[in-house]
């Protein structure tokens, strides 16, 4: 077993490692940053706008640059969270709470480096997890066909849910966004076209590329622009890593020591749970911190245990995450749906035989994760008098940069004008998502996955000669259609059980 892993681990780094993958994993992690540093921007936007600059690449390699935006932004976006209490991105939201307390006390630079420190190796732990949990899931891969593949889909959709947000209504109309625009193009099995409107540009479809683009990048742009981000000042802040003051003491060390563990576990589970991912992860890596404190009073003002949980618990998500996505082909967030977007953009097809028939894809970006993580604890350190001088940078001449990436990045993806109209109306819909309380995520992660269902049902119906008998005839069928019954019914029963007992309890109030 052991010898497997190494072995398999070997073969990755020799990819990762290669003069042309460490370059793009060091582009990445350091564009991660910088995405991280512009609040509410996030790593979804960022690898949707910056997809177009892996054109021309090797899949592997492109796909090992994305990945290093996409945990790259985790350790960028605590550091507005400390310096100017600005979230870079949701899952930095718990960081706020003692990180910005503790610079006000004068101790940023502490607070700086302890959550580079925790995000190492929250992000460490998380990609020695997702190492040990490889090889069982090749051995499990073999077993699957079309009928496994649509049912993993189908749960995966379920999923959908979970990025809706409390009004489910609003959720389930962006979901029906994303499926609308999955039908374009041609039928699967008639081979005619379907909403193309006589445009040989569409008769492909619409790549997800320029819609999430649209979505996320321009959507967040026009938000921020309507909420007058674009006036306020540069916040002009100076820090040096020189300074005797800019490193941790030894109590907090060891403060943490134990903090590290717990807020890797948790954030590990919430990652692996679609639908969970770092935000809550982060949020509940926080909660049991100050709950096994000894001390929670502490907690909210300035606490360095504060700061060090929620950020190794976004890390490990953000490394836990990659299971569903790798293993069944199941996003959990906005970021690793765009991401599975880029997979299928390669012809990288998620799911368990992924690791069978692509290996040398599989463990290259998971040891391209091991290297991305130290290259970004050393940004995190050493650059980040660098990364703090981005704050100054106005943000009303950030947008028309970000706005040409999106453009030409759209266009680029098959030189049509048609993409980068489809660039513009995406962006309009976004920002009326952003507006009126929609899911963007939601639109994205439907687009993905409901033509990739369309397909494996289809094949399924051609295999079974119209009779559907594979959802239950094959062993691993069965159980998975047990499991998705399961949770549709669920819900369902739990709803009306509460309802019969509701009424129960009022009619018993109203006797006498």
Known sequence: MLADIASNLSLGLSVAASPEGFLFLVIGAFL??????????????????????TFGLQPTIAIIMLAGIYYGSMYGGTITSILINTPGESATVASTIDGYPLAQKGRAGPALVMQAIASFFGGTIGVILITAL????????????????FLIIAVGLLML??????????????????????????????????YTFGSPEL??????????????????????????????????????????????????????????????????????????????????????EKKVAKDPEKFGKGEMRGLVAPEAANNAASAGAMVPLLSLGIPGSGATAVLLGAFLMWGLQPGPL????????????????????????????????????????????VVPVIVLLCVIGAFAINASIVETWILVLSGLVGFAMKKYGYSPAATVLALVLGSMAEETFLQTYIISQGTMNLFWERPVSLVLSIVLLTVIVTPIALSILSRIKGGTSKMNKGTP
Request: proline fraction near 5%; aromatic fraction near 14%.
């Open 354 to 397: 992924l690791i069978v028939n692509d290996p040398e894809f599989v463990w290259g970006l998971i040891a391209s994760m091991y290297l991305g993580n130290m290259i970004l604890i050393a940004m995190s350190i050493f650059a980040i008098p660098l990364f703090v001088k981005f704050l100054d940078i106005p943000y009303v001449n």
């Open 134 to 149: 490889a090889p069982s899931l090749a051995n499990f891969a073999a077993s699957f066909g079309p009928s496994e593949y």
């Open 32 to 53: 991660g940053m910088i995405v991280g540093l512009f609040p509410g921007f996030g790593p979804a936007a960022g690898i949707a706008v910056l997809i177009p600059m």
């Open 203 to 288: 008769i492909g479809g619409v790549y997800f590329v320029a819609v999430a683009i649209g979505l996320f990048g321009i959507g967040e742009l026009l938000h921020c622009i309507f909420n007058g981000q674009h006036r306020q000042p540069a916040k002009r802040l100076r820090i040096s890593f020189r300074d005797k003051e800019f490193w941790p003491s030894r109590n907090d060390y060891h403060e943490s020591r134990w903090t590290f563990w717990r807020g890797s576990a948790i954030g590990f589970v919430a990652g692996v749970l679609p639908g969970s991912g770092a935000t809550l992860g982060s949020i509940i890596g926080y909660s049991v």
């Open 161 to 194: 849910t979970t990025m809706m947000g409390d009004n489910k209504f609003k959720g389930f109309i962006s979901a029906l966004i994303g499926f609308a625009i999955g039908t374009i193009g041609v039928d699967v099995m008639s081979g005619q076209q379907r």
